[in-house]
């Protein structure tokens, strides 16, 4: 029961640095999003996808880009890293067809530090 | 987007029903309440979710009042396993699309032994 696993699960880089992190859902959901956690926030969320090939904006994504070529697969990348974007990284997937009554399944988080 | 308002913390004795407070005065006919736990460093989970009728499944009650202005999670024998923050949501229909999750600050629930 893996559900939605996030890789990695740490990770500590420089300014201006980039780097990608996966999500993988094998549930066959056709939604994945991604969201942010700052401390003492909600989460927060920066991209997300209908579907293969496709992805739309949340309300954070100034500073990351997304790609879905897979349907299992969810990536965030950020170009050019700042401080700003030091973070807990969650992705999520959901499956039904733009009704608000399918739940979202979270994997356990990205905790990146940008020093 | 329906706003939820939660108590910031609550206590529970160990083995007793937790019984936390949502109100979303403000939700609209078409809009889910949603309840999501989260335990220190890990995802949100997902726990139970209702339109108009009372739910209950393996891991909680709802109970949703009849104006749907507010609602309950109980959680019926909390252990110390239940102690995290619970966020109670309203969904929206997000581009169209999807819904989205407006994640509050939520209640820390804290399980006593």
């Known amino acids: 029961n893996a559900g939605v696993t996030q890789t990695p699960k740490f990770r500590v880089l420089k300014t201006g640095q980039s780097m990608t992190l996966l999500c993988a859902q094998d549930m066959n959901h056709e939604y994945m999003y991604w969201y942010r956690q700052d401390p003492g926030m909600g989460l927060r969320l920066i991209h997300y996808?209908?579907?293969?090939?496709?992805?739309a904006k949340g309300e954070v994504p100034d500073g990351y880009n997304v790609s879905r070529l897979k349907k299992q697969n969810f990536l965030l990348g950020l170009e050019s890293a700042a401080p700003s974007q030091t973070s807990v990284y969650f992705c999520a997937s959901s499956n039904g067809a733009g009704r608000s009554n399918q739940p979202q399944h979270f994997g356990d988080g990205t905790r990146l530090s940008i020093l | 987007d329906a706003k939820t308002t939660q108590p910031p913390s609550m206590d529970c004795a160990e083995g007793r029903a937790a019984n936390l407070p949502c109100n979303h005065s403000?939700?609209?006919?078409?809009?889910?309440v949603y309840w999501y736990r989260q335990i220190h460093s890990q995802g949100p989970q997902y726990i139970i979710h209702g339109l108009k009728n009372n739910e209950t499944n393996e891991m909680a009650s709802l109970i949703i009042t009849e104006d749907r202005k507010s609602s309950t999670l109980i959680l019926p024998h909390a252990t110390l396993r239940d102690t995290a923050v619970y966020y109670c949501?309203?969904?929206?229909?997000?581009?169209?699309?999807?819904?989205?999750?407006?994640f509050g600050t939520g209640t820390l629930l804290a399980v006593q032994p």
């Open positions: 403000t939700i609209s006919g078409n809009e889910y």
């Open positions: 996808s209908v579907g293969e090939g496709t992805t």
């Open positions: 949501i309203v969904t929206v229909i997000y581009g169209g699309a999807t819904n989205k999750l407006i």
